[in-house]
Antibody, heavy 122, light 107 residues
Framework: EVQLVESGGGLVQPGESLRLSCAASGFTFSNYWMNWVRQAPGKGLEWVANIKRDGSETYYVGSVKARFTISRDNAKNSLYLQMNSLTAEDTAVYYC???????????????WGQGTLVTVSS | EKVMTQSPATLSVSPGETATLSCRASQSVSPNLAWYQQKPGQAPRLLVFGTSTRATGIPARFSGSGSGAEFTLTISSLQSEDFAVYYCQQYSSWPLTFGQGTRLEIK
């Protein structure tokens, strides 16, 4: 069974940093592109970033470019999101999501974690 | 960036009836359109991809259709577990974008 478990969320002040983690199990992690998708309280879904199977390519939504960095460690079956210069607009539940494509990206997501809440407030 | 617009924002339908949810893209995204279902406190679940292909384990009462920039998710014979929020998502180009969601509620 595919499992994705996020961790690392919490309350931080504006301008601070936070690193999220996602532990994957139940599938060959290194075969899949991985994503972060967020959802502000009471709002819709926003794709944040994704990373190729080997980590050689990454893509971001414009609002987080130069502030967030997605990475992965295939030996540890783990996905990360380093978030710097956080603002109130980054407050959201952050989901780790697997791209449905096995070996290539298809751009939609067939497995999701339960999410971790990031709150940016002074 | 391709903007996805869903309508209506809220849809009230009685159990056993059919719900029709719409999604419009600012440009053609066909056939790269997916639908997700999200229940309160839960992660989204993939229902449909490629406009009309049901994901693994999704009942046949969920069907997707459309082309170009206009898409529809039809849910027939609504069951109690179908009342949730539904999102469409385009994956024809980056950034990947979602619609704002349609809340399907019990009438």
């Amino acid at each position: 069974e595919v499992q994705l478990v996020e961790s690392g969320g919490g309350l931080v002040q504006p301008g601070e940093s936070l690193r999220l983690s996602c532990a994957a199990s139940g599938f060959t992690f290194s075969n899949y592109w991985m994503n972060w998708v967020r959802q502000a309280p009471g709002k819709g879904l926003e794709w944040v970033a994704n990373i190729k199977r080997d980590g050689s390519e990454t893509y971001y939504v414009g609002s987080v470019k130069a502030r967030f960095t997605i990475s992965r460690d295939n030996a540890k079956n783990s996905l990360y999101l380093q978030m710097n210069s956080l603002t109130a607009e980054d407050t959201a539940v952050y989901y780790c999501a697997r791209d449905r494509g096995d070996g290539y990206t298809v751009g939609h997501f067939d497995s999701w974690g339960q999410g971790t809440l990031v709150t940016v407030s002074s | 960036e391709k903007v996805m617009t869903q309508s209506p924002a809220t849809l009230s339908v009685s159990p056993g009836e059919t719900a029709t949810l719409s999604c419009r893209a600012s440009q053609s995204v066909s056939p790269n359109l997916a639908w997700y279902q999200q229940k309160p406190g839960q992660a989204p679940r993939l229902l449909v991809f490629g406009t009309s292909t049901r994901a693994t384990g999704i009942p046949a009462r969920f069907s997707g259709s459309g082309s170009g920039a206009e898409f529809t998710l039809t849910i027939s014979s609504l069951q109690s577990e179908d009342f949730a929020v539904y999102y469409c998502q385009q994956y024809s180009s980056w950034p990947l974008t979602f619609g704002q969601g349609t809340r399907l509620e019990i009438k």
